[in-house]
T-cell receptor, first 112, second 112 residues
Framework: DTEVTQTPKHLVMGMTNKKSLKCEQHMGHRAMYWYKQKAKKPPELMFVYSYEKLSINESVPSRFSPECPNSSLLNLHLHALQPEDSALYLC???????????FGDGTRLSIL | GQQLNQSPQSMFIQEGEDVSMNCTSSSIFNTWLWYKQDPGEGPVLLIALYKAGELTSNGRLTAQFGITRKDSFLNISASIPSDVGIYFCAGPALSGTYKYIFGTGTRLKVLA
């Protein structure tokens, strides 16, 4: 069982919908991450939060909006997504810089 | 930019055989991580390496941090069917960073 919990496991949404992905960890990690992964490809970094502040935004389109309400929670708000945004969205956390990242099982997102 | 190339891209092996795979970079890394990803799940951390020349084992898995600091190797001894999956190496993009770069992946298939 992973110590990083992501909900929902699967999400199907239309291009005009608004939805949110949620991630939670209780390992005391101070860095949290969002990755996007396409089939048979490595994870691609989207956002990093460090001590609840946005530290890295890898030029992600504004239709993806991250939020870190507290050190244990990370959300990804979705609005007006495109079909090419269909992918596995992975959340991860780490103790700090240069520390191994621990991943959740992801949310499989399909855009109709 | 930095890239991590993994070899082989995929491999079929017989159950009971030993497996070797590697990860190479054009630049120096000070940390190497090895992950395994099963279908429909997030990557799971297998081994973390922090020092050139370091050799670390985790059960039937052994990983080495290359002396040049530009490569790393993962060996699996006496493979079993549950070793099937994609193996990713990863390393920090820069020292003192939260950003990790993932390798292209090695897909392992075990024939019973």
């Amino acid at each position: 069982d992973t110590e990083v919990t992501q909900t929902p496991k699967h999400l199907v949404m239309g291009m005009t919908n608004k939805k949110s992905l949620k991630c939670e960890q209780h390992m005391g990690h101070r860095a949290m991450y969002w990755y996007k992964q396409k089939a048979k490809k490595p994870p691609e970094l989207m956002f990093v939060y460090s001590y609840e502040k946005l530290s890295i935004n890898e030029s992600v389109p504004s239709r993806f909006s991250p939020e870190c309400p507290n050190s244990s929670l990370l959300n990804l708000h979705l609005h007006a997504l495109q079909p090419e945004d269909s992918a596995l969205y992975l959340c991860a956390s780490s103790l700090g810089q240069n520390q191994p990242q621990h991943f959740g099982d992801g949310t499989r997102l399909s855009i109709l | 930019g930095q890239q991590l190339n993994q070899s082989p891209q995929s491999m079929f092996i017989q159950e009971g055989e030993d497996v070797s795979m590697n990860c190479t970079s054009s630049s120096i890394f000070n940390t190497w991580l090895w992950y395994k990803q099963d279908p429909g799940e997030g990557p799971v951390l297998l081994i973390a390496l922090y020092k050139a020349g370091e050799l670390t084992s985790n059960g039937r898995l052994t990983a080495q941090f290359g002396i040049t600091r530009k490569d790393s190797f993962l060996n699996i001894s006496a493979s079993i069917p549950s070793d099937v999956g994609i193996y990713f190496c990863a390393g920090p993009a820069l020292s003192g960073t939260y950003k990790y770069i993932f390798g292209t992946g090695t897909r392992l298939k075990v024939l019973a």
